[in-house]
Each structure stands twice: as C-alpha cells, then as structure tokens.
C-alpha cells in the first residue's frame, strides 16, 4: 500500500536526519565548514508545552518542551549569540563587527501555550519573539486541520472517508495504520481544493463527536490573550493570513487579500501594523516568488520561510524569502542545536 510505504520511507528519513545531525554536530566541533554558520539564524517553534505521552503522535515534531527551549537560549548565548527581534535584524546585522552572531526566535500559529510556557523563559532570558497569528484560529472561524486529524485518528478504530473517488474504510487498529491514515489525509489536503478538503475533514471529525472549533479554542489565544501578550515588550505579533492556507495554490487575488487581512486585523487589535509575515506551511511549493512580491508590496519589512539555513550579509537581498531553522520536537538536544545553529546540515544538504 503506497501510504504504508510513505510510513517508511519517513522513518528512514528520521534515521538519516539523526545520522545528519550527529556527524554535523562532529564536524562543528572540529571546526569544519566553519563558513557554513553564517551571521545568525531565525528560529521557528510552534507548541512550547510540557511533554503528553501519546502512542499515537503524527505532530509531535511541532512541539518542544519548556526545558529545552530554557536550553537552547542558554546555548546560544553561551555560544555568544545576541538574541534580537526578527524585524530588527537586518538593522542589527547591517552595522555589526564581522565576528558578531545573532538569533531571532519566532513561533508560527499563536498557540495558547505560547503565552504561558515560552513566554515566562523568553522574559527571564530578555529575547525577544515574534508570534505569527492566523487570524482565523484566533476568531475561532477556522479549524486546525492538522489537530483535528490527529485527535480523530486516535480516538478511532477506523474511518470512513471520500477521498474524491467514493467512500473508503481506514483501519486505525495500529500506530501503523493510523500513521499511513495521517499521510493519506495530508496529501488528499494539500493535493485538493484545500477550503472543501478541510470541510470534509471537519465535517468527518463532527459525525464521530468531535467539533474541530473546539480543538482550535482549546489550543490557541483569543484575540484579547494577544492584547495582553504585546504588553511584554519583547513580544511581536505577525501575520501569518487568515485562514493558513497554502498561498501559491490560491489565485492572485485571494493569496494578496489573506496577507492583506491578517495583517489588518493585527493592525486593530493592537494599533500597530505588523512588519513582519509567515508564510503558512512556508516550503516550496506552498509558497513562492509571487507571494514574495506581494508580501513586499503590501509593506512587510520581513518575509519569513520554512527553508532551512543560516542567515549571512547576503540574505536580506531577498528579505520576503528568509530562512529558519526548525526547533523539531523529534529532536530535542543540545547537540542538535549546536549542529542546526552551525549551518552544516544545509550547506550538505545544497552540495
């Protein structure tokens, strides 16, 4: 079955990124590819949250503890990192003395979590962050399809679903089952008319007792929670559209009015227009040169991806394009921050 060797094939990839990661964190240390780290890097998170053990857990890479965030901060700064907001980085990288580093921390999505778990370590450290809001979880108008599948496919022993060709049974007897059901729906999401896809999904999780807007008020801060977040100065909101969906898959027109609006809605709610933008999902070909156009035209200073790398003297050329560096929950050691913040990863990953 194609998706159950999908399941494989990303558990070889987990095992070779591991085997990546070891040996970059070797060469590091060995001074190797020194070039490869560059002036600084832009760090993604997502959740920030004490660890839940689930058997079942398709997202878990999108979440990192408290600790190691804790972690990563004394690290970098150890490394003599200067921590700097996102939207003043190229400023601060612009005038500073060739030995100089720098990290920029940015969490995607505006979960509740944010404010509760990486605020308080993000303010006993002084670094600044810049959370990317979706203005339609924060309304509670959109649904988390990511979060909604996961919790659907845990709670079931199978499903039926029309994947566009008639009514199919999933088994979800095992973590095998449920992992290739996971990648089943996730491609039918992004290879589909992704509003309807999400609608199925939606419209499923309601017929076995779930409502997905429910998941979305559990997970994610109302829009008076965001008020009070940009009280703490070293807190930024940006704009992360409307609705998450993939921008280069919608017509021009609709790509321009998703940024648009999420950004003017932040601009209500706090007084002040963001500068800086999230592409949703962030990796080609969810995103591409025309959405980096229009971010430019609509007045963001910064345009953040999902490509991974370092930053040096030559990427604020294409500031609507820059890349981050994922803190991956499947991934959580000092190691591998020391090999991801080191740039060799991606320079081998370019040869």
């Not at 706090?270 to 980096?292: D, I, N, Q």
């Not at 790398?309 to 820059?322: E, I, K």
């Amino acid at each position: 079955m194609p998706t159950l060797q999908n399941v494989m094939r990303r558990s070889l990839k987990r095992a070779a990124i591991t085997g990546g990661l070891e040996l970059s964190n070797l060469a590091g240390r060995a001074g190797l590819l020194a070039s490869a780290r560059g002036r600084g890097a832009i760090f993604t998170l997502h959740h920030v949250r004490p660890k839940t053990e689930h058997a079942f857990d398709p997202n878990a890479h999108l979440e990192i503890t408290p600790e190691f965030l804790d972690e990563t901060i004394r690290f970098l700064a150890a490394d003599g990192y200067q921590f700097v907001a996102l939207h003043h980085l190229a400023a601060r990288m612009a005038i500073a003395r060739p030995e100089e580093r720098f990290a920029a921390f940015t969490l995607d999505d505006g979960y509740r979590n944010n404010a509760l778990h990486a605020q308080p370590i993000f303010t006993e450290h002084r670094v600044p962050f810049t959370v990317f809001i979706t203005g339609g979880f924060a309304c509670r108008t959109h649904s988390i399809w990511w979060e909604t599948l996961a919790e659907l496919l845990r709670a079931l022993p199978h499903i039926e679903f029309d994947f566009g060709s008639g009514p199919v049974t999933l088994p979800l007897a095992t973590n095998r089952h449920k992992e290739a059901a996971f990648a089943r729906f996730s491609a039918f999401i992004h290879s589909a008319d992704e509003t309807a896809a999400i609608k199925a999904l939606d419209a499923a999780a309601r017929a076995n007792g779930m409502d997905p807007l429910l998941i979305t008020e559990r997970l994610v801060m109302r829009e008076p929670e965001l008020k009070s977040l940009v009280l703490n100065p070293l807190a930024t909101l940006g704009a992360h559209t409307i609705s998450h969906r993939a921008l280069a898959r919608l017509d021009e027109h609709e790509a321009r009015e998703e940024m648009q609006a999420s950004a003017e809605r932040l601009e209500c709610l706090t007084g002040v227009r963001p500068l800086a933008f999230a592409y949703p999902y962030g990796f080609h070909p969810t995103v591409s040169r025309r959405e980096h156009q229009i971010a430019g035209e609509l007045g963001f200073t910064v345009a953040v991806t999902t490509d991974p790398g370092t930053l040096d003297a030559r990427s604020f050329d294409a500031p609507m394009a820059l890349p981050r560096i994922s803190l991956n929950g499947l991934y959580q050691k000092r190691k591998y921050v020391s090999a991801l913040a080191s740039g060799i990863p991606f320079r081998l990953l370019r040869r």
